[in-house]
Nanobody, 123 residues
Framework: QVQLVESGGGLVQAGGSLRLSCAAS????????MGWFRQAPGKEREFVAT????????YYADSVKGRFTISRDNAKNTVYLQMRSLKPEDTAVYYC????????????????WGQGTQVTVSS
């Protein structure tokens, strides 16, 4: 069982930066691939980024590539999402998720989810 708690969301102006954190419970965090997803009002939850168990491999949605960076610190049981050059269209609730198997872009491939943290980007 893995419990995930996101933090770091807030209100930021367009062009600004935020860093989201996702703290995981459990001793097996380092064996999980992790992902970040987001859900804007009235839209479906969508993939943002994923990272493998070691942090050596990452993959991003085209909409955030070059602006967002996913990373992890297995000693701290934490995964991060550094967001730069934020745009109003990045406004959403951001969720982290854990996958027992491997990096993935589909929601249904993830086993555990956090409750989400709100990111609002003003124009």
């Amino acid at each position: 069982q893995v419990q995930l708690v996101e933090s770091g969301g807030g209100l930021v102006q367009a062009g600004g930066s935020l860093r989201l954190s996702c703290a995981a419970s459990g001793r097996t965090f380092s064996s999980y691939a992790m992902g970040w997803f987001r859900q804007a009002p009235g839209k479906e939850r969508e993939f943002v980024a994923t990272i493998n168990w070691s942090g050596g491999n990452t993959y991003y949605a085209d909409s955030v590539k070059g602006r967002f960076t996913i990373s992890r610190d297995n000693a701290k049981n934490t995964v991060y999402l550094q967001m730069r050059s934020l745009k109003p269209e990045d406004t959403a609730v951001y969720y982290c998720a854990a996958n027992r198997a491997t990096m993935a872009v589909e929601l249904n491939e993830y086993d555990y989810w956090g409750q989400g943290t709100q990111v609002t980007v003003s124009s």
